[in-house]
């Protein structure tokens, strides 16, 4: 089993900064990635970032790019999320997620992260 525990969350203004943390802990040498997530009240959640343990190749969706940057710490297995010029459409429950090393490509794939932490909650007022 792998546990994740996310912080970091808060209220901001619209154009300001927060920096997630996800901190991992237990069976970690099973993942091969780590990706955030985000819902937002009444859609569907969506992959915001991804980055591999190895090499630290990273991912992001197109409405992040620019604007967030993922990164990692081995030794403490920790990931983070640096978001900057903050939306008010980036408001949602940020999750962290472990990705399974069985699946290959496709990091903004759900089905391939099968340990999630229970979300660390972003609102950005304008």
């Known amino acids: 089993q792998v546990q994740l525990v996310e912080s970091g969350g808060g209220l901001v203004q619209a154009g300001g900064s927060l920096r997630l943390s996800c901190a991992a802990s237990g069976r970690t040498f099973s993942t091969y990635a780590m990706g955030w997530f985000r819902q937002a009240p009444g859609k569907e959640r969506e992959f915001v970032a991804a980055i591999r343990w190895s090499d630290g190749n990273t991912y992001y969706a197109d409405s992040v790019k620019g604007r967030f940057t993922i990164s990692r710490d081995n030794a403490k297995k920790t990931v983070y999320l640096q978001m900057n010029s903050l939306k008010p459409e980036d408001t949602a429950l940020y999750y962290c997620?472990?990705?399974?090393?069985?699946?290959?490509?496709?990091?903004?794939?759900?089905?391939?992260?099968?340990?999630w932490g229970q979300g660390t909650q972003v609102t950005v007022s304008s």
């Open positions: 997620a472990a990705r399974s090393p069985y699946y290959s490509g496709n990091y903004a794939y759900e089905g391939a992260y099968g340990f």
